[in-house]
C-alpha cells in the first residue's frame, strides 16, 4: 500500500435513514422531501464503492449512519474485507 497501511474508508450517510425512510424535511419544515428509489441509491453506492475500491491499499469501505443505528457501522454494497 502506499501508506505502508492497507485503509479502509467510511462513507458518512447521516441522514440516510430519514431519506430512505421519506422523513426527511425540506427547509422550510413544511414538507418532506420525497424517497428516492432504493435501486438508485444502492446503484449510487455500487459506483462510489467501485471507484474507491480501484484505489490502491484500500481493504474495504463502509457506509455509516449514526441514524441507522449508533453503535455498527455496515457494510455497503461491494463490501470486501481485509485478505
Do not use: N
Request: glycine share 10%; net charge positive.
Amino acid at each position: 500500500a502506499r501508506l505502508g497501511r492497507r485503509l479502509i474508508v467510511q462513507l458518512d450517510e447521516p441522514v440516510i435513514g430519514a431519506v430512505l425512510g421519506g422523513t426527511l424535511p425540506t427547509f422550510s419544515g413544511l414538507h418532506r422531501y420525497p424517497v428516492p428509489d432504493r435501486g438508485v441509491v444502492t446503484s449510487s453506492w455500487r459506483q462510489i464503492v467501485s471507484a474507491v475500491h480501484a484505489v490502491e491499499g484500500v481493504d474495504g469501505v463502509w457506509i455509516h449512519s449514526w441514524q441507522l443505528d449508533q453503535r455498527r457501522r455496515h457494510p455497503c454494497p461491494g463490501y470486501r474485507p481485509h485478505r
